[in-house]
T-cell receptor
Framework: AAGVIQSPRHLIKEKRETATLKCYPIPRHDTVYWYQQGPGQDPQFLISFYEKMQSDKGSIPDRFSAQQFSDYHSELNMSSLELGDSALYFC?????????????FGAGTRLSVL | DAKTTQPNSMESNEEEPVHLPCNHSTISGTDYIHWYRQLPSQGPEYVIHGLTSNVNNRMASLAIAEDRKSSTLILHRATLRDAAVYYCILRDDNTGKLIFGQGTTLQVKP
């Protein structure tokens, strides 16, 4: 079965550069979530989209923005990168926002900021 | 968001059952209890979820206390591949996000 696809898997950037992370949800899933996991930490919610509209926002820096496109894929844009942005970034998708719905996670993008 | 409390770590022997507890004394009537796990270097993975009744699936069982203030994830026969961080998460319909708490790191000994 098709899973959530994230690209790239690994990304190395310099401070103050920009990065774009992509997420392709499971076919027919209309909801995408982004999470950030720092070294030795638990995943933290960043932002989510339902039917191409932002549905919720967590502790996402102003330097980050995201959107969901007409084909339901999502992109997380990160500007003015800082060393502290080095982390694993996970995308998850689900069918709707309901509390009983399952979120399926991608393998993640490992971002290293040097 | 309602919070959960889990032990930091647990150990189990391979082929034996494992009971992972979770306390959620502030749970509301509409909160679903979800369990996810994260294997090393992988994304979180759904395990099981329930509202009021006990639930079984191919991966595990979920036992929910009658007052819903606690629950237990049961792995019937632990394997080495079950070594992971297990997260107990409450979700309501107001937000779809998952709020990951501390989780329980499960070690499985051969």
């Amino acid at each position: 079965a098709a899973g959530v696809i994230q690209s790239p898997r690994h990304l190395i950037k310099e401070k103050r550069e920009t990065a774009t992370l992509k997420c392709y949800p499971i076919p027919r899933h209309d909801t995408v979530y982004w999470y950030q996991q720092g070294p030795g930490q638990d995943p933290q919610f960043l932002i989510s989209f339902y039917e191409k509209m932002q549905s919720d926002k967590g502790s996402i820096p102003d330097r980050f923005s995201a959107q969901q496109f007409s084909d339901y894929h999502s992109e997380l844009n990160m500007s003015s990168l800082e060393l502290g942005d080095s982390a694993l970034y996970f995308c998850a998708s689900s069918l709707g926002l309901a509390a009983k719905n399952i979120q399926y996670f991608g393998a993640g993008t490992r971002l290293s900021v040097l | 968001d309602a919070k959960t409390t889990q032990p930091n770590s647990m150990e189990s022997n391979e082929e034996e059952p494992v009971h992972l507890p979770c306390n959620h004394s502030t749970i509301s009537g509409t909160d679903y209890i979800h369990w996810y796990r994260q294997l090393p270097s992988q994304g979180p993975e759904y395990v099981i979820h329930g509202l009021t009744s006990n639930v079984n699936n191919r991966m595990a069982s979920l036992a929910i206390a009658e007052d819903r203030k606690s629950s237990t994830l049961i792995l019937h026969r632990a394997t080495l591949r079950d070594a992971a961080v297990y997260y107990c998460i409450l979700r309501d319909d107001n937000t779809g996000k998952l709020i990951f708490g501390q989780g329980t790191t499960l070690q499985v000994k051969p």
